[in-house]
C-alpha cells in the first residue's frame, strides 16, 4: 500500500469533527492535559499510552461512553432508583440507533445476555424433528457450533463446512445444503482468520429453498458497513463489548418478521409481557415483536454505555462507510508490511474477502517463537494484539493511524532477526 493509498484514506480529524462540536457543546474540555496531543486522543484515551490493535477481542471505552458510564455509576450511588426514567430512555435509544446501525426496526431487536444466548434463543425457539440438520462452519467461535450441537439429543445433526487456506469457498457451503437442511449459521467475519463470508449469496440460496439463515455478527458490528436487509438474513445475533466500544456486555438479537412468526419464547419471564408491572396477571400476552426475548431486565449499565457508544457513531462524519474504509486501509497497509518483511498472512485477501482482523505466522526465520510469545514481545513495547492458535492476529479501528502500523512492523522487524548463537 503506498503512502498515495494512505493519503486516501479519510482523514481522522474530519470523521471526528462533527463530534467535537457535539462534545464542546455538551461539555467542557480539560485544555490543559499536556497527554492530549491529537484530536483522537480527546475521544480515545486508549491512544494516549497504548498502540491498541486488539479490538477483535475487547474493544476500549470511548471518553463519552466512559463519561456517560460514570454519570450512571454516580447517579445510583447518591439517588438509587430515583431517577430510573432517565437511564431507560438510554435504552429506548440504544433500541433505536442500533436498528438505525444494522437498516432494521427497533421492534425487530432485542437485547440478550451474549451472542450465545442469542443463538440459543434462536436454537430453542424453533420446532425440531430429527434428521434435521444444521450447517456451521470450521473456525466458528464456539458459541456458533454449541448453540447447534445442543439440539442432538434431538436428533438435529450438524455439518461443519471444512476450511480450505483459512477461507470457507462458497461452493462448499451450498453443497453442504440439502433436503434435510433447516438452518445455516455461519459468522460474517472469521474471529481466528478476518476471513468474510459472502452471506448475501448464501443466504439468497437459502431463502429460494425456505432455510433459515443467520450470522454470529460480533467480528462485523462497528467495523464493517452491516446492513441486514441487503445481507437478507434471518437472524443477526451479537455483543457489544468489541467493534461496538460498549461496555461488558449484552447480547443482541435481530429477528426477521417472518422468522419471528415461527419463533417459540421457551423462556418466558416477567420481562417478556405487555404489563411487567402488572406483577399478578400471569394470563398477559407477550410483548409484540423481538422484546418478547427480553424475559428478563436487561443489563442496564451495559445498554446505557452502549446508546453512548452508539451516539459516538453516530457523529462520525461519513459514517459506517467511511469507518469501513478506514479500517479496510489500515489492515492493507499492515498486510502490505507483513509481506514486505517475509510474514506469512492467513488472512484471505480476495474480493470481498477481507475485514478489520489480520492474522500472520511467525517469521520462517524464528520457527522457535510461537504466537503467543510473539503477542507477549509486543505487549513489551506496549503494543496489544492477540494470539489466536497458530496465528498474531491484529485489529486496528478506525481511529487508529498508519504511524501506529509502522511502530507494530519496526518491533517486528527486529523480532525475525534469528537468535544469536549461543555461547558454550
Known sequence: ????????????????????????????????????????????????????????????????????????????????????????????????????????????????????????????????????????????????????????????????????????????VLAHIT?????????????????????????????????????????????????????GVDFLASAVHKWLLAPHTSGILYVTDALLARLQPRRRGWFSVE??????????????????????SPNELAVVGLDAALGVFECIDGGMPAIEQRILGLTSYAIAGLERLGYPVVSPQGEGERSGIVCFLPHPQRQDLTAQQMADVLMAHNIFVAARGAAIRISPHFYNVPGEIDTFLDVLEELKQPPAPSEE
Open 275 to 296: 404489563e411487567p408491572m402488572d406483577f399478578f396477571n400471569y394470563q398477559q400476552p407477550l410483548k409484540a415483536g423481538a422484546a418478547r426475548f427480553e424475559h428478563s
Open 179 to 231: 433436503g434435510r437442511t433447516r438452518l445455516v449459521s455461519l459468522s460474517l467475519v472469521g474471529f481466528s482468520s478476518g476471513f468474510r463470508h459472502d452471506i448475501q449469496t448464501i443466504a439468497a440460496y437459502c431463502r429460494q429453498r425456505g432455510i433459515i439463515c443467520g450470522i454470529d455478527a460480533m467480528q462485523a458490528l462497528g467495523a464493517l458497513d452491516v446492513d441486514v436487509q441487503q445481507l
Open 1 to 172: 500500500m503506498s503512502k498515495n493509498t494512505i493519503a486516501s484514506l479519510p482523514d481522522l480529524d474530519d470523521m471526528l469533527h462533527s463530534l467535537l462540536l457535539i462534545e464542546e457543546g455538551e461539555h467542557e474540555f480539560a485544555s490543559d492535559d499536556e497527554d492530549i496531543q491529537e484530536l483522537r486522543q480527546l475521544f480515545f484515551p486508549v491512544t494516549r499510552h497504548t498502540v491498541y490493535l486488539n479490538h477483535a477481542s475487547s474493544g476500549p471505552l470511548p471518553a463519552p461512553v466512559a463519561r456517560t458510564l460514570h454519570e450512571y455509576t454516580d447517579d445510583n450511588s447518591n439517588f438509587g432508583g430515583i431517577h430510573a426514567g432517565r437511564w431507560r430512555e438510554y435504552c429506548s435509544g440504544a433500541h433505536r440507533r442500533l436498528a438505525s446501525l444494522l437498516h432494521a426496526r427497533p421492534d425487530q431487536l432485542a437485547f440478550t445476555a451474549s451472542t450465545g444466548d442469542s443463538l440459543m434463543l434462536i436454537a430453542q425457539g424453533l420446532n425440531w424433528q430429527a434428521g434435521d440438520t444444521i450447517v456451521v462452519a470450521e473456525g466458528e467461535f464456539p458459541c456458533n457450533v454449541y448453540s447447534w450441537l445442543n439440539l442432538q439429543e434431538l436428533g438435529v445433526q450438524v455439518q461443519i463446512v471444512p476450511a480450505r487456506e483459512h477461507r470457507i469457498a462458497l461452493e462448499d
